[in-house]
Each structure stands twice: as C-alpha cells, then as structure tokens.
C-alpha cells in the first residue's frame, strides 16, 4: 500500500480503535457553557492544538518514527505519565493498544500497552510512512474527531462543523512544523481549561462519551 492509503486506512473513523468515543474533555465543556457554537468551538479546539495534547502527542510521534525497540518502549512509558488525569490516561492508552493490535496486519510496533501517537509514530516508520505526513494527518484527525462530537453535543450543523475544520487547518499545519525540531523537553502545555474538564467528565452525571 502506498503512504497515502495507509494513512487514510490508518486515519478513517471506520479503523477499529473507537476514536469517535472519545471528546476529550469536550463533553464537559459544552455543558459548562465553555463551548457554545462554532466560534467558540474553534477557539476551544485551536487551543488544544497549539496548547495542549495536539502539540505534546505530534512531539511524541514525532521522536516514535525516529525510535528504536529500547526507545520505543521508553517513550510509551514518558506518553503514559505525562497524561494529566485518568481519563486522559485511558483515552490514549485505549486508542493507542487497540491501533497497535489493529496494526498487526501491517507488521505491528512490539508493544501491547502503548499511547496512541507513540503507536502511530512507530507503526507510520514501520511501513516507511513518512514523519511529516504521518504527523500532519494525525494531527487532522484529531481536529475532526473534536469537531465531529462538539456536531453532536452543543449540537452545531454539519456545515458549521465542516467550517471550523476548515478554519483549523492553518492552526493544523502550524503545529505540525512546529514541532519538526521539538526535543522531548518541551511536551507540555497550557491548557489548563481542557485538563480541568477532562477532570470534571470523571463525575458528569450524563456522558455521551467515555472522556
């Protein structure tokens, strides 16, 4: 398979790692009144990008394509302990374990317990996708699988949710070349908001979604 198909394979909501279960936090959001349309929406989800797990998991991506076995294994435990709660914790881990197993028809990384981008980053080098491509449509479905619950959620239309990922893709591109020469020091954020809701979702009383 060529870079391309393996990616949109890799990347379709169809691929069996239950993405769309997962908003990040978002589901809190929306009751607290944080995000209320598109506007707000495009805010809330441009700062993730640029401020918060966007940037951090494009780094370790990133550094899991240059990896090998030893540092593989050594990223996947940095991905895990830099989640600031447990439902982010989970969310990485479920979708990352579930991509690796799945990954096993291309080959597979090696690992069975592994965050999503560490497992994407290692399963893209693999199979000779490269690091550039891999991060910046990693880094797009991402933005969509956001966009796609806060559609559901606040709820928006279709065509507002198909125009804040539109919007996005500037922010999109930006964090992928910014994080070209990110050393694995500066994962972190300042997404204080986003975190905290991912907190608050551990105890709403009604949820759609798992984080």
Known sequence: MSSLS???????????????????GLEWA??????????????????????????SDTILLRHAHRADG??????????????????????????????????LVWGGIGLERV???VAF???AAANSVGEDEAALGFLHAFTANLVSAAVRLVPLGQTAGLRTVAALGPVVADV????????????????????IAAMRHETQYTRLFRT
């Open 115 to 117: 965050a999503f981008p």
């Open 70 to 103: 030893a540092g593989l294994q050594r990223l996947a435990e940095l991905a895990e302990a830099a989640q600031p709660c447990r439902e982010r914790r989970d969310e990485t881990i479920g979708q990352g374990t579930a991509f690796a197993l799945a990954g």
């Open 6 to 24: 393996l990616l949109l394979t890799w990347l379709s909501p169809a691929f069996p790692i239950g993405s769309f279960a997962y908003s990040h």
């Open 176 to 195: 992928a070349e910014r994080t070209r020469t990110a050393g694995l020091d500066e994962i972190g954020g300042a997404c204080f908001r986003s975190d």
């Open 30 to 55: 929306v009751e607290a009144g944080d995000v209320t349309d598109e506007a707000t929406l495009k805010a809330w989800v441009a700062d993730v990008l640029s401020l918060g797990a966007g940037w």
């Open 121 to 123: 980053g290692a399963l």
